[in-house]
T-cell receptor, first 111, second 114 residues
Framework: SQKIEQNSEALNIQEGKTATLTCNYT??????LQWYRQDPGRGPVFLLL?????KEKRKERLKVTFDTTLKQSLFHITASQPADSATYLC??????????FGSGTRLSIRP | DTAVSQTPKYLVTQMGNDKSIKCEQN?????MYWYKQDSKKFLKIMFS???????INETVPNRFSPKSPDKAHLNLHINSLELGDSAVYFC?????????????FGSGTQLSVL
């Protein structure tokens, strides 16, 4: 069955460092990969979408890579700030399948 | 104005009761969804409507019945609530029903069945 795994349930890093979150998938050939941010008590908020034929996508301090050979996406936040603390969800979709979500990585940025 | 709004925010009820959650979007989107987020934070799709037509109906107990009176509204009615129904339910919308559409979520309804 299709499976999405996001590295470690929680990630703690020092302010100013680059946070790197991982999304791995198996038994799936997604055409699109999305990243969302979810704050406590709120719904997920869309951040970035990357297509299977794109290697990298950037938006301000955010960078996403998509490696269909490794079946992995990396999500980077450079110059991290305490306000970046949240849970980050990856989501995959293809023409044959609805969007499916990973369980998320809880990121904490300490001052 | 909130783009996707759902009510109530919290719902505490006894087993066996019937309850409804309402959702409205003012984004002009054609597609709306209900997702369930369990205690392990997995978001699982339950239903999707495109222009008031049901297009996704996952393996969900018949006790759950969605209703879309128009494309801006999608309600979820749950009959005979069970302990296992306790979760956070999210309404979402997207411009279309294409699989690469980004989703806009409401703030969730935390359902607790006692």
């Amino acid at each position: 069955s299709q499976k999405i795994e996001q590295n470690s349930e929680a990630l703690n890093i020092q302010e100013g460092k680059t946070a790197t979150l991982t999304c791995n998938y198996t038994n799936y050939s997604p055409a699109y990969l999305q990243w969302y941010r979810q704050d406590p008590g709120r719904g997920p908020v869309f951040l970035l979408l990357i297509r299977e034929n794109e290697k990298e996508k950037r938006k301000e301090r955010l960078k996403v890579t998509f490696d269909t050979t490794l079946k992995q996406s990396l999500f980077h936040i450079t110059a991290s700030q305490p306000a970046d603390s949240a849970t980050y969800l990856c989501a995959l979709s293809s023409s044959a399948s609805k969007i499916i979500f990973g369980s998320g990585t809880r990121l904490s940025i300490r001052p | 104005d909130t783009a996707v709004s759902q009510t109530p925010k919290y719902l505490v009820t006894q087993m066996g009761n019937d309850k409804s959650i309402k959702c409205e979007q003012n984004l002009g989107h054609d597609t709306m969804y209900w997702y369930k987020q369990d205690s392990k934070k997995f978001l699982k799709i339950m239903f999707s409507y495109n222009n008031k037509e049901l297009i996704i109906n996952e393996t969900v107990p018949n006790r759950f019945s969605p209703k879309s009176p128009d494309k801006a509204h999608l309600n979820l009615h749950i009959n005979s609530l069970e302990l296992g129904d306790s979760a956070v339910y999210f309404c979402a919308s997207s411009q279309g029903a294409v699989y690469n559409e980004k989703l806009f979520f409401g703030s969730g309804t935390q359902l607790s069945v006692l």
